[in-house]
């Protein structure tokens, strides 16, 4: 998990490493991720990484994995410099609607011609944008899912809403273990385009997601420590017959 700070209060990315797997075919679901930082701009910059402007001040550039990213180069205004994550929609207003509707999200604004919306849970959280694209909504063999904790004893009240109005439920609430620590409740839906949408219960998240202050060096070592390439040269490399 990575961010600008601890769950509680920031967005987070969870990346994951599936051995054996080279790429992934990417969909047009996840269209990017904003981030208000000159800091990220100079390391961009320092690194050599490729970055293309795209309006004054605001660059595009992408991750090894081709995920793109926005930089606005420009100090942050808030402590999370995560400014949103944008997901893209076949129907704007279908969209709009199961997430402010079903999901009690505040719409701050919402552009037809451009066909975007920004939605969020609070003024100083990451925001999700809508994109309209007038098109299937493909996830291609890459695609995750966004979460969000709320008060444990919300969880069944949103999974009942869902079946009333006849939305997908993905994973009916459930509890899951988690040896020697917290157990904590999820329930797991669809959007309208599929997109997949984890509510966790709020109390136990946090006892699982504080974050470790070796967390930096652990990772670190471990990745000078990673033969898993090597592992699977050597498990796909044909046994002689006898």
Not at 2 to 26: K, Q, S, W
Not at 30 to 36: A, P, W
Not at 191 to 207: L, M, N, Q, W, Y
Request: charged share 25%; net charge negative; with cysteine.
């Amino acid at each position: 998990m990575v961010g600008y700070g601890p769950e509680d209060n920031h967005f987070v990315a969870e990346l994951t490493y599936n051995y054996g797997i080279g790429d992934y075919r990417l969909g047009n679901d996840f269209l990017g991720m904003t981030i208000v930082s000159s800091q990220a701009m100079s390391n961009a910059k320092k690194l050599q990484w490729p970055l293309k402007e795209i309006s004054a001040g605001v660059y595009e550039t992408e991750a090894p994995g081709g995920y793109k990213f926005c930089l606005e180069d420009k100090t942050p205004s808030k402590e999370d410099p995560v400014l949103k994550v944008t997901l893209a929609a076949s129907s704007l207003q279908k969209s709009v609607d199961y997430w402010a509707k079903f999901l009690g999200m505040k719409l701050y604004e919402k552009d037809e011609e451009k066909q975007t919306a920004l939605l969020g849970y609070g003024d100083n959280q990451c925001k999700l944008e809508l994109q309209g694209i007038s098109q299937a909504v493909d996830h291609g063999a890459a695609f995750g899912r966004i979460a969000f904790s709320c008060p444990k004893e919300e969880l069944p009240g949103i999974e009942a809403l869902m079946k009333k109005e006849g939305q997908k439920i993905l994973t009916p609430l459930v509890s899951l273990d988690t040896p020697g620590k917290a157990t904590v409740q999820v329930v797991i839906l669809a959007d309208p385009d599929g997109h997949e949408i984890c509510f966790v219960g709020d109390e136990a998240f946090r006892e699982l997601s504080k974050v470790d202050p070796n967390g930096g060096k652990l990772l670190d070592e471990a990745m000078a420590a990673d033969k898993s390439h090597e592992w699977f040269a050597k498990r796909n490399t044909p046994k002689p017959s006898a």
